[in-house]
């Protein structure tokens, strides 16, 4: 490695730094969010997984605009204005946990804030990613998003059980005060940093970008149901059982998830995304019908473990391949829609299965779980064909 490239590491290292306080804005709320919406406002499981995959829906009705903002006016600016809306996500989830509300009304202020905080991850996420993939080169893009993927589910093992422990000892609005502090911390950590310039090039349609990708996207969307899954309803699925340790479901998810991309973050960029993301889906797999299957918390546990382990290659795996597919200019915006898929995933699963879990208890949330990803290994396979035909017409 030239000593360009260690000083562009180095950076990309300081910016994952830095995403991993800002996430824990995201990774703090994520299990308490549900446990405040059953247990302190008294609705059911259902707005308890809406209100969780409400950000992800906003996240994905924003993707297509933070991509053309992160190709038309740099990655640093684009995530720059996505901490700015986590502080204020934080902020609005905050006020809503005041007294004097009534619940129908702290909800929808709830609602509120999330949409914020999904709004936040859309233009933080893209921008930062096209922003370490400018400083270090398109030759690195496994890296540069097993980097980033380290950054943010590293924030979901610390704050798993941090965001819990706040939230029993200073309550929902202690824990949202700290979540609005938090991104502004990353705010200051990433200003010294470059920014890298826009590159030049002809536009092409939202839609139409998603119709190169949308393969190696369902991979990945398909992936993102068991952490889904796993997020919103692991810790209630302890509770419900009466098990310890509630809170380390994410601890061990992000355990396995930050070091399997520790080791193996190269991999897609050596010998190519659809191994990795294969092998992966079928880790992922065991991992859920464990979870649906535990018949106590340490299998459960191990469930979660095998879980982080299996999702971890799988967007850097398939990302790696999006980003050979398209000129520079468009990089923002094929990452975007990318996302997109991903994001529906975790959109759509809290509150679908929030349903299921409510007539059917919270066993079966994790075998959907299962199958998504077994669907997804299928739909990984097909991906090599599939670019193969691309590239014969």
């Not at 996505?82 to 202020?109: E, F």
């Not at 502090?181 to 470059?194: F, K, N, Q, T």
């Given at each position: 490695?030239?000593?360009?490239?260690?000083?562009?590491?180095?950076?990309?290292?300081?910016?994952?730094?830095?995403?991993?306080?800002?996430?824990?804005?995201?990774?703090?709320?994520?299990?308490?969010?549900?446990?405040?919406?059953?247990?302190?406002?008294?609705?059911?499981?259902?707005?308890?997984?809406?209100?969780?995959?409400?950000?992800?829906?906003?996240?994905?009705?924003?993707?297509?605009?933070?991509?053309?903002?992160?190709?038309?006016?740099?990655?640093?600016?684009?995530?720059?204005?996505?901490?700015?809306?986590?502080?204020?996500?934080?902020?609005?989830?905050?006020?809503?946990?005041?007294?004097?509300?009534?619940a129908g009304t702290a909800y929808a202020v709830l609602i509120s804030g999330r949409l914020l905080l999904g709004l936040g991850e859309s233009v933080a996420m893209v921008g930062m990613i096209s922003w370490a993939i400018g400083l270090m080169g398109h030759a690195r893009a496994g890296a540069v998003i097993a980097l980033v993927g380290i950054g943010m589910y590293g924030a979901f093992a610390a704050g798993g059980p941090l965001g819990l422990a706040l939230l029993d000892r200073?309550?929902?609005?202690?824990?949202?005060?700290?979540c609005t502090m938090l991104p502004l911390v990353g705010l200051?950590?990433?200003?010294?940093?470059?920014?890298?310039?826009?590159?030049?090039?002809?536009?092409?349609?939202?839609?139409?970008?998603?119709?190169?990708?949308?393969?190696?996207?369902?991979?990945?969307?398909?992936?993102?149901?068991?952490?889904?899954?796993?997020?919103?309803?692991?810790?209630l699925y302890f509770l419900s059982r009466g098990w310890p340790h509630a809170g380390l479901g994410l601890t061990f998810f992000g355990v396995g998830f930050v070091a399997m991309r520790l080791v193996c973050?190269?991999?897609?960029?050596?010998?190519?995304g659809t191994p990795v993301a294969i092998a992966s889906l079928l880790v992922e797999a065991g991992g859920q019908y464990l979870i649906w299957l535990a018949p106590g918390p340490y299998s459960a546990l191990a469930g979660a473990l095998l879980t982080g382990l299996g999702c971890s290659m799988v967007f850097p795996a398939m990302g790696?391949?999006?980003?050979?597919?398209v000129p520079p200019n468009l990089r923002?915006?094929?990452?975007?829609?990318?996302?997109?898929?991903?994001?529906?995933?975790?959109?759509?699963?809290?509150?679908?299965?929030?349903?299921?879990?409510?007539?059917?208890?919270?066993?079966?949330?994790?075998?959907?779980?299962?199958?998504?990803?077994?669907?997804?290994?299928?739909?990984?396979?097909?991906?090599p064909r599939a670019q193969a035909r691309a590239l014969e017409t």
């Amino acid at each position: 490695m030239t000593a360009i490239e260690r000083l562009a590491y180095r950076r990309v290292v300081a910016l994952t730094a830095a995403l991993f306080l800002s996430y824990l804005t995201v990774a703090m709320s994520l299990p308490a969010v549900p446990i405040h919406v059953v247990n302190g406002l008294g609705l059911g499981n259902a707005w308890g997984g809406l209100a969780v995959g409400i950000a992800f829906l906003a996240t994905i009705l924003t993707r297509a605009r933070a991509g053309a903002w992160a190709d038309r006016l740099g990655g640093k600016l684009c995530m720059q204005r996505g901490l700015i809306l986590y502080a204020l996500a934080g902020l609005v989830c905050a006020v809503a946990s005041w007294d004097g509300l009534p619940a129908g009304t702290a909800y929808a202020v709830l609602i509120s804030g999330r949409l914020l905080l999904g709004l936040g991850e859309s233009v933080a996420m893209v921008g930062m990613i096209s922003w370490a993939i400018g400083l270090m080169g398109h030759a690195r893009a496994g890296a540069v998003i097993a980097l980033v993927g380290i950054g943010m589910y590293g924030a979901f093992a610390a704050g798993g059980p941090l965001g819990l422990a706040l939230l029993d000892r200073v309550g929902f609005a202690g824990l949202m005060a700290v979540c609005t502090m938090l991104p502004l911390v990353g705010l200051a950590a990433i200003h010294w940093l470059p920014a890298v310039a826009p590159q030049a090039g002809q536009r092409e349609s939202f839609w139409r970008i998603i119709g190169r990708i949308w393969r190696p996207g369902a991979v990945v969307g398909l992936q993102g149901v068991g952490f889904a899954a796993l997020g919103a309803f692991l810790s209630l699925y302890f509770l419900s059982r009466g098990w310890p340790h509630a809170g380390l479901g994410l601890t061990f998810f992000g355990v396995g998830f930050v070091a399997m991309r520790l080791v193996c973050g190269n991999l897609p960029d050596r010998i190519g995304g659809t191994p990795v993301a294969i092998a992966s889906l079928l880790v992922e797999a065991g991992g859920q019908y464990l979870i649906w299957l535990a018949p106590g918390p340490y299998s459960a546990l191990a469930g979660a473990l095998l879980t982080g382990l299996g999702c971890s290659m799988v967007f850097p795996a398939m990302g790696a391949e999006i980003v050979k597919q398209v000129p520079p200019n468009l990089r923002g915006t094929a990452l975007g829609g990318f996302a997109a898929f991903q994001d529906l995933a975790y959109g759509a699963t809290g509150p679908l299965v929030g349903i299921l879990a409510d007539r059917m208890g919270y066993p079966p949330v994790f075998l959907i779980g299962g199958l998504a990803a077994t669907l997804g290994l299928s739909m990984a396979i097909s991906v090599p064909r599939a670019q193969a035909r691309a590239l014969e017409t």
